[in-house]
Structure formats: C-alpha cells, structure tokens
C-alpha cells in the first residue's frame, strides 16, 4: 500500500532564517506531487506541483521554493523566512495514472510558525 | 476565475441530515471533490463528482450540477465524530485542485 510521510510535523523559526520541509511517498512510482499551504481557519492553496523528477510547477508568487531531487521526494526550501510563511503545510500526491479523479492523497502536515 | 463559495459554518444535532452548499466558476473545472478535515489533520477525500448526479458513499453523498455550477455534500445519520471542516475543491487537469474556504460543521447531541 503507499504511504506518504512528511517532516517536521511541527516548527518554530525566526524571521529570516531558512526552512527546509521533506515529503516522500512509498509503495508507488513517478506520483504527482504538490505542497498546499493552509493558513489559520482557511482553505488550501496550491503552492507547487510535479510531474516528474526535476519538473516544478509554481501556482503563487512567493518567498518559497520547491525541488524534486528524487522520483518519490519532494522539498520545499526557503532562504529567509517571513512572518507571512506561517501556516500548515501539506504534502500530497496522485497516481499520474488517474489524472482526474479529484482524488489527492495528504501527509500529516507540518505546522510552521515564524517569529 | 478559481473561487468556490461555501458556507463558514452549520450546526445539526446527531441523528439528523445536513446539506453543505458549493458553488464555484467554471473556469478550468474538470469536477467536484469533497473533503473532511478535523482539527490539527490531514484533508482527508470523501467524494468526487465528474459527471452530473449523485454519488452516494455509507452516510455521505455528494451532487453535482454543472449547467448550475453548483454541488453538495449530503451527509445522513450524522454522528459526533462527524464534527470537523469540509471542503469543495474544483478539480483541475492533473488532479490540480483549487480549494474553498471550507464550512465547519459541528455536530451536536
């Protein structure tokens, strides 16, 4: 069965400093991948999206960055956190086999707050 | 445009049925999901309408009507643990999906 996992759940950084957040998915190949952000009482917004190793899609201007080093792996990096990036973040992934069944697959989420 | 309208919140007692409304612009729409998120979690998928008409999942079903632009989420026989957010989400190509602001439903005895 797949599983996805993403890391840290839970962190707390000063503004300016950088961030790094991983995500992987088991037990399936060459996923879509995506990071949302879910502000305080809020939807989700679609920050990045991947098709493939190397492929990164932005939805939003903004201060953050993604990577797709690996076919199961995905990064989400910044250089210099602002009080703005606070938020949920969520990884998620879809079988690039069933590309519009509507149907996203999330990890546990990590809750970042910048200072 | 990419927004979905939905309602901030319902209340309904256990035991009852309760209907949450979405509607959304048409704009790259491929179909209709629906999702349940509790407190400090995961979204978690519940339905998806691709075609017009009813899906009906246990208790949950959910509706779409694209000439109306509109959609629901129909949830039957609602229990305690039912408390939590729900949330539409307009499916674009790639399972690229654009979110409401969700409707928090709390469920009382």
């Known amino acids: 069965s797949q599983t996805i996992h993403q890391w840290p759940a839970t962190l707390v950084q000063p503004v300016g400093s950088p961030l790094s957040l991983e995500c992987t998915v088991e037990?399936?190949?060459?996923?879509?991948l995506y990071w949302y952000r879910q502000a305080a009482g809020r939807g989700l917004q679609l920050l990045f999206y991947?098709?493939?190793?190397?492929?990164i899609s932005s939805e939003v201007p903004q201060n953050l960055s993604a990577s797709r080093p690996q076919d199961r792996q995905f990064i989400l990096s910044s250089k210099k956190l602002l009080l703005s990036d606070s938020g949920f973040y969520l990884c998620?992934?879809?079988?690039?086999?069933?590309?519009?069944?509507?149907?996203?697959?999330f990890g546990e989420g990590s809750r970042l707050t910048v200072l | 445009g990419q927004s979905l309208e939905q309602p901030s919140e319902v209340t309904a007692v256990e035991g009852a049925i309760v209907q949450i409304n979405c509607t959304y612009q048409?704009?790259?729409?491929?179909?209709l999901s629906w999702y349940q998120q509790h407190d400090g979690g995961a979204p978690t998928f519940l339905s998806y309408?691709?075609?017009?008409g009813l899906e009906e999942t246990g208790r949950f079903s959910s509706f779409l009507s694209r000439s109306d632009s509109y959609g629901y989420l129909l949830l039957q026989e609602l229990q305690m643990k039912d408390s939590a957010s729900y949330f539409c989400?307009?499916?674009?190509?790639?399972?690229?999906?654009?979110f409401g602001t969700g409707t928090q439903l709390k469920v009382e005895l």
């Open positions: 998620a992934w879809s079988p690039t086999d069933r590309p519009n069944t509507g149907e996203l697959f």
């Open positions: 037990g399936t190949s060459n996923p879509n």
């Open positions: 991947s098709v493939g190793i190397g492929q």
């Open positions: 048409t704009s790259g729409f491929y179909g």
């Open positions: 309408n691709g075609l017009d």
């Open positions: 989400a307009k499916g674009g190509g790639g399972n690229k999906l654009t």
